[in-house]
T-cell receptor
Framework: DAEITQSPRHKITETGRQVTLACHQT?????MFWYRQDLGHGLRLIHY???????NKGEVSDGYSVSRSNTEDLPLTLESAASSQTSVYFC?????????????????FGEGSRLTVL | AQTVTQSQPEMSVQEAETVTLSCTYD???????LFWYKQPPSRQMILVIR??????QNATENRFSVNFQKAAKSFSLKISDSQLGDAAMYFC???????????FGPGTRLSVLP
């Protein structure tokens, strides 16, 4: 079965260190997204990609970066981790739909990665 | 811009009873989709139900149904015959038909009392 996997599931790091969260999907979806989940804020969009070599900033992109070198993977990098980046991170993907037609796909989520920055 | 509001941070319901979770939204899109996602303690995000805004008929999925009021921009979720396994965080979300990005509300935590 197709799926979307994240690793690591849990990570503890120190302030100032670089951290990369991996996301791999086998749905062959063009669209991939990174969200962070914090109490009272729901899910907030960090970065997203509509295809290979395409990346875009979301509403809370400061301190984060992504790259999309193939369809399956969208790693999220925290260049210099800060305590404010302690959160649960979700990767998600969705289909584009037929060319020129509407996108009817919902979001498919990974299981989340809990990051603690001390 | 799109916004999604869930005014009930927490709700509770007795097992076997019915509960309704509220959601209002605002969008500049001419056509759009609305979703309810469930997040149990396992943290997994699970799609509960989807509504296409151009369809007047309310979507239903077994014990889950929506009350979609397009003019009022309201999209509430009704859970009938509540079960202990329904206890979770519920998120309302919207997305334009030709857009790719989803906007989520802050969530409603539902407790089911035995």
């Amino acid at each position: 079965d197709a799926e979307i996997t994240q690793s690591p599931r849990h990570k503890i790091t120190e302030t100032g260190r670089q951290v990369t969260l991996a996301c791999h999907q086998t749905w062959n979806h063009n669209n991939m997204f990174w969200y962070r989940q914090d109490l009272g804020h729901g899910l907030r969009l960090i970065h997203y990609s509509y295809g290979v070599q395409d990346t875009n900033k979301g509403e809370v992109s400061d301190g984060y970066s992504v790259s999309r070198s193939n369809t399956e993977d969208l790693p999220l990098t925290l260049e210099s981790a800060a305590s404010s980046q302690t959160s649960v991170y979700f990767c998600a993907s969705s289909s584009t739909g037929t060319s020129g037609g509407p996108n009817t796909g919902e979001l498919f989520f990974g299981e989340g990665s809990r990051l603690t920055v001390l | 811009a799109q916004t999604v509001t869930q005014s009930q941070p927490e709700m509770s319901v007795q097992e076997a009873e019915t509960v309704t979770l509220s959601c209002t939204y605002d969008t500049s899109e001419s056509d759009y989709y609305l979703f309810w996602y469930k997040q149990p303690p396992s943290r997994q995000m699970i799609l509960v139900i989807r509504q296409e805004a151009y369809k007047q008929q309310n979507a239903t999925e077994n014990r889950f149904s929506v009350n979609f009021q397009k003019a009022a921009k309201s999209f509430s979720l009704k859970i009938s015959d509540s079960q202990l396994g329904d206890a979770a965080m519920y998120f309302c979300a919207s997305r334009g038909v030709y857009g790719q990005n989803f906007v989520f509300g802050p969530g409603t935590r539902l407790s089911v009392l035995p």
